[in-house]
């Protein structure tokens, strides 16, 4: 996200009664169990509870496969979040609880993978003070939260750095090269200088080959880890051509992979369209977004690059008044892009980060609730086709208490019951993809019919 733009109960629990889009608790756990028990079409060690799903013991590494996430051999599609802050919270007790209470919380409505940074470049509780000078302290704060995300069995999309200078990024890293004498003059520099290069890289081989000091496991060996993200929202506005920001893509990619061949990676890109495909410039939000020196299609044909990542966020590309256009875009703009996915890239794409801001004019929670169904469907719309929409991340997931982070997107559940709810159900939908029936099933088994009654019930 650009710089400037509870403990939740079951909803099983306690034989309280809720409601989900108009079918009540019963009839819901009954359309679970039912599609559980008539669609068992591959084995499974897996039990939906409604909401929840308990996994065995095995931990193993997500893996791609043609344009889909697979673990075991199964699919896996994301249903997930972002809280960014993770490690610098974990790195004061005061405030460390906070890191397992929204990990407990995501869990217990079927969240799955949390995007968090695995940076902060020479600010305040920096995790890097000055290049490769780490404080252990703080890398410590980062083990927990790897371990505590194992426990919760959710998996980590770790990124790197930042375009943006909230805690350090680029701008970071040119202030440390003019600290040493170097002669830079803009922070995209960062991308082209090789001393700058160097300095990113040694941060890369400092993370992966980490040792978690609470499990023992090499960062680079953990399944914990999903994935590892380039930088976030890159961005190299010197230089519209794309060129720039290719190039370090380019070398950025292949140096994690030569370190860490295990895990995924992807670049943390916004998916804008860029010069090299100027018939998708209409899918942009704006003008601008073509000059931003990002190429959707272009960036992600690197070798290395395992997925592609995209973000939506129509109130500060489009407008920040809220109207029905920013729905349209929204769905014009993930099709646009599951389509390049598909007939382009051969790679799944996740919809990295999405939301609305409480501070925008004429914001209420039905709109937030209209969005994210709207993300919803769209991706379910793909799954059931088999197709790249491989899941999608919440910007962003706060505990109760921590009001003082919020951009204006934070979501608490506690707060937020219509909001849980979607999100419970989207879960339990994905839950089902993903365990109910074996990868070489594709759905063509004679159960269809009776499973998609539930996962396309229509809930708006």
């Not at 609880?97 to 995501?106: C, P, Y």
């Not at 410039?281 to 044909?301: C, E, K, L, M």
């Not at 951009?407 to 993903?434: E, Q």
Request: charge should be negative; hydrophobic fraction near 35%; include cysteine.
């Amino acid at each position: 996200m650009d710089e400037n733009r509870i403990k939740v109960s079951s909803l099983q629990s306690d034989n309280s009664s809720w409601n989900v889009f108009g079918v009540e608790n019963e009839q819901f756990e009954s359309m679970v169990e039912g599609a559980e028990n008539d669609l068992s079409c591959g084995s499974t060690s897996s039990r939906i509870y409604g909401l929840q799903v308990k996994d065995d013991d095995d931990w193993p590494m997500v893996e791609k496969k043609g344009n889909q996430f697979l673990v075991n051999g199964q699919p896996f599609y994301v249903n997930g979040f972002n809280t960014y802050w993770l490690m610098v919270f974990a790195a004061d007790q005061s405030t460390r609880g906070k890191v397992s209470e929204v990990f407990q919380q995501a869990s217990s409505v079927g969240l799955t993978v949390c995007r968090t940074w695995a940076f902060n470049d020479g600010q305040w509780r920096a995790l890097q003070k000055s290049p490769s000078v780490y404080d252990e302290e703080v890398f410590q704060a980062l083990d927990f939260v790897v371990s505590e995300a194992k426990k919760y069995k959710i998996r980590l999309i770790l990124t790197l750095t930042n375009n943006w200078e909230a805690y350090g990024g680029k701008s970071q890293y040119v202030k440390w090269g003019k600290a040493a004498g170097l002669n830079l003059t803009s922070d995209d520099e960062f991308f082209s200088h090789p001393t700058l290069r160097s300095y990113y890289k040694a941060h890369v081989k400092a993370v992966l080959n980490r040792v978690n000091t609470f499990t023992n496991i090499t960062y680079k060996n953990d399944p914990t880890i999903f994935a590892w993200e380039l930088m976030n929202e890159p961005r190299c506005t010197t230089d519209a051509s794309g060129n720039t920001l290719q190039s370090w893509i380019q070398e950025m990619a292949v140096y994690v992979k030569s370190l860490d061949a295990k895990h995924l990676v992807e670049i943390g890109l916004e998916g804008f369209y860029g010069p090299s495909t100027p018939d998708r410039a209409q899918f942009n939000p704006n003008s601008y977004a073509t000059q931003v020196g990002t190429d959707f299609i272009r960036n992600h044909q690197v070798l290395g690059v395992d997925f592609a990542s995209v973000h939506i966020y129509a109130d500060s590309w489009i407008s920040p008044t809220i109207s029905d256009a920013h729905i349209q875009f929204t769905k014009s703009w993930m099709e646009a892009h599951i389509e390049d996915a598909e007939k382009y890239l051969g790679m799944p794409v996740v919809f990295a980060e999405f939301g609305v801001s409480t501070k925008d004019p004429g914001y209420n929670s039905s709109y937030r609730d209209t969005l994210i169904n709207t993300v919803y469907k769209t991706l379910l719309n793909s799954t059931k086709n088999g197709g790249s929409g491989a899941g999608s991340l919440l910007w962003q997931l706060f505990p109760d208490g921590t009001d003082y982070m919020d951009d204006g997107y934070a979501i608490v559940l506690s707060k937020s019951p219509s909001t849980s709810n979607i999100i419970s159900l989207h879960s339990t939908r994905v839950a089902i993809f993903n365990h109910l029936c074996s990868w070489k099933c594709r759905w063509g088994c004679k159960k269809r019919n009776s499973l998609e009654a539930f996962l396309y019930h229509d809930d708006l």
